[in-house]
């Protein structure tokens, strides 16, 4: 593995068995599954922000936790710094040093913040149980550093309130300030600003590009939001019923998108200027995503697709490259 890479997933799938009943499982013969991530392999280069994006239902959160180890993937291999982490139980990782490099960072702060602790305590937590504090004074110092490098000035009047006691995006500042208090060097952030009002987002994303040139972190980005990968990722991986349909660097993909599902994501990016908006052409797909129980056969999007063509629906289409260190999955671009 390059040094350069410090994530690495190969084959990476995970399914999850459909409980049904004794008739029905005699029925149909066989298991159902929903394949949440179905086979995709990235890399992740040291002080990158990869971003994942997709619809809800994409598999692009499972992906997330397969990483940081809250899921177990039922087959394929994760490599973190060239070491196979895939297999190690998360109960192992404190031992193997993993709990404090890798981090994820939760999308809904009303739920990942316990209401009944000082900020101080949710952030005094994570040091004292991967014992990297000495003494209160560093104890102390530590938290009142990692609340002014989220903005949260002074800290010393952040520190002693109750979640319910700060503004949405105070406390969204305070979950970045959770995820990175143990200075990790791989941050999992799934949909950190989706709860925010737009006005707002742009402020928590300059966080992470601010912990990336400060401290190195590699981040990992999850979302549904073009926007704001374009904002702050450097490569994108599009995902799409648990497949990856699209990579590449995230303005070439964005500006000049080659699969038919980017291209239906790109057109909805809202656009300020209502002329503009008005005269863009969009790209629309059918219907809705499907559920992830037995997907469609061949090209996953082909029942949704206006461009499918009869081989669509029985081959899966290869991942073809279309640019630099661009590639798609479609039919329509390996015939060319
Ligand atoms: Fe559409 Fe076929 Fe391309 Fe799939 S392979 S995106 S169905 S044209």
Same mark, same amino acid.
């Given at each position: 593995?390059?040094?350069?890479?410090?994530?690495?997933?190969?084959?990476?799938?995970?399914?999850?068995?459909?409980?049904?009943?004794?008739?029905?499982?005699?029925?149909?013969?066989?298991?159902?599954?929903?394949?949440?991530?179905?086979?995709?392999?990235?890399?992740?280069?040291?002080?990158?922000?990869?971003?994942?994006?997709?619809?809800?239902?994409?598999?692009k959160?499972?992906?997330?936790?397969?990483?940081?180890?809250?899921?177990e993937?039922?087959?394929g291999?994760?490599?973190?710094?060239?070491e196979?982490?895939s297999?190690?139980?998360?109960?192992?990782?404190?031992?193997?040093?993993?709990?404090?490099?890798?981090?994820?960072?939760?999308?809904?702060?009303?739920? &990942?913040?316990?209401? =009944? /602790?000082? *900020?101080?305590?949710?952030?005094?937590?994570? #040091?004292?149980?991967?014992? %990297? +504090?000495?003494?209160?004074?560093?104890?102390?110092?530590?938290?009142?550093?990692?609340?002014?490098?989220?903005?949260?000035?002074?800290?010393?009047?952040?520190?002693?309130?109750?979640?319910?006691e700060? &503004?949405?995006?105070? =406390? /969204?500042? *305070?979950v970045?300030?959770?995820?990175?208090? #143990?200075?990790?060097?791989? %941050? +999992?952030?799934?949909?950190?600003?989706?709860?925010?009002?737009?006005?707002?987002?742009?402020?928590v994303?300059?966080?992470?590009?601010?912990?990336?040139?400060?401290?190195?972190?590699?981040f990992?980005y999850?979302?549904?939001?073009?926007?704001?990968?374009?904002?702050?990722?450097?490569?994108?991986?599009?995902?799409?019923?648990?497949?990856?349909?699209?990579?590449?660097?995230?303005?070439?993909?964005?500006?000049?998108?080659?699969?038919?599902?980017?291209?239906?994501?790109?057109?909805?990016?809202?656009?300020?200027?209502?002329?503009?908006?008005?005269?863009?052409?969009?790209?629309?797909?059918?219907?809705?995503?499907?559920?992830?129980?037995?997907?469609?056969?061949?090209?996953?999007?082909?029942?949704?697709?206006?461009?499918?063509?009869?081989?669509?629906?029985?081959?899966?289409?290869?991942?073809?490259?279309?640019?630099?260190?661009?590639?798609?999955?479609?039919?329509?671009?390996?015939?060319?």
């Amino acid at each position: 593995m390059s040094g350069n890479i410090l994530v690495k997933a190969v084959h990476l799938k995970k399914y999850y068995p459909v409980r049904t009943s004794f008739l029905e499982s005699i029925l149909r013969g066989e298991r159902i599954f929903v394949k949440a991530v179905d086979d995709v392999s990235f890399e992740i280069k040291r002080k990158e922000i990869f971003v994942i994006a997709g619809e809800t239902g994409s598999g692009k959160t499972t992906t997330g936790k397969l990483l940081v180890g809250l899921e177990e993937p039922t087959s394929g291999e994760i490599y973190y710094n060239g070491e196979k982490i895939s297999g190690i139980p998360i109960k192992k990782w404190k031992k193997h040093g993993l709990r404090k490099k890798i981090q994820m960072i939760f999308q809904d702060p009303y739920e &990942s913040l316990n209401p =009944r /602790q000082y *900020v101080f305590d949710i952030l005094a937590e994570p #040091l004292i149980v991967n014992k %990297v +504090v000495s003494s209160r004074e560093e104890l102390y110092d530590r938290i009142m550093r990692k609340l002014e490098e989220v903005k949260l000035i002074p800290p010393e009047e952040f520190a002693f309130r109750y979640p319910h006691e700060l &503004s949405g995006g105070q =406390r /969204q500042r *305070v979950v970045v300030a959770r995820g990175m208090i #143990l200075e990790p060097e791989f %941050v +999992v952030a799934d949909e950190p600003v989706s709860m925010l009002d737009a006005s707002i987002r742009a402020n928590v994303l300059d966080l992470l590009e601010e912990f990336r040139s400060k401290y190195g972190v590699t981040f990992l980005y999850i979302t549904h939001d073009l926007a704001t990968a374009r904002y702050v990722g450097d490569r994108i991986a599009i995902m799409y019923l648990g497949k990856f349909v699209e990579t590449g660097p995230v303005d070439e993909v964005i500006q000049n998108p080659q699969h038919p599902y980017t291209k239906a994501l790109v057109s909805a990016i809202p656009v300020p200027d209502p002329e503009y908006a008005r005269k863009k052409k969009r790209f629309e797909l059918y219907g809705e995503i499907p559920t992830p129980i037995n997907p469609p056969k061949g090209c996953r999007l082909h029942p949704r697709c206006p461009l499918a063509m009869d081989i669509c629906s029985r081959e899966e289409p290869p991942m073809v490259k279309v640019g630099p260190d661009h590639y798609a999955s479609c039919w329509l671009l390996a015939k060319r």
